[in-house]
């Protein structure tokens, strides 16, 4: 999952697949028939414990509105990596696009899954009283993946953290 989320699909070779998972080519192809399928359960895991993780930071959080603030700082984490890798969802998508069916319905699972656990937050921020109940918490979720997404494409393009900064708070802004 690691040299996939860092090389991207095509930069990982079989020659370093062999190598993080110590495996003989014999026994990776046995055991997952081929590069595409290690990386579909690759990126699947990735999928389910990142939603594991967000889930818990929601039940751990201070509050829902908190918790929607901490996922966008987070991204800040990645842009003081020597070479940010940025989020493997937005990685995976920008790389494939829809020229494979099978990767693009497992893109499509992972942006419900995610977006899932970000309506789950705004459902309770609103019920708080939190945020603003303008808009159907499905959509204030779609919004923070897509800013999110955003964010992590900028952190790995170099943007200053302070831009990202101005770009969360107004984004905090725009849901209160």
């Not at 897509?146 to 900064?165: F, P």
Request: net charge negative.
């Amino acid at each position: 999952m690691q040299l996939f989320w860092s090389k991207g699909y095509e930069g990982t070779s079989l020659q370093d697949l062999l190598e993080a998972t110590r495996l003989s080519k014999s026994s990776l192809y046995e055991s997952f028939g081929n590069k595409q399928s290690l990386f579909e359960a690759a990126f699947s895991r990735y999928v389910e414990s990142r939603a594991t993780h967000l889930l818990e930071r929601l039940e751990l959080a201070a509050s829902p509105l908190a918790f929607i603030r901490e996922c966008l700082l987070a991204v800040l984490d990645d842009a003081e990596r020597a070479t940010p890798r940025g989020c493997m969802l937005v990685n995976v998508a920008n790389e494939f696009s829809t020229r494979d069916p099978a990767v693009q319905r497992l893109i499509t699972l992972a942006t419900r899954r995610f977006c899932g656990v970000f309506e789950q937050a705004f459902q309770q921020a609103q019920a708080a009283g939190e945020v603003s109940d303008a808009q159907p918490p499905a959509v204030c979720a779609r919004y923070l993946h897509c800013v999110m997404s955003g964010l992590r494409t900028q952190t790995k393009a170099g943007m200053e953290q302070q831009e990202l900064r101005t770009v969360i708070e107004l984004f905090m802004a725009s849901v209160s």
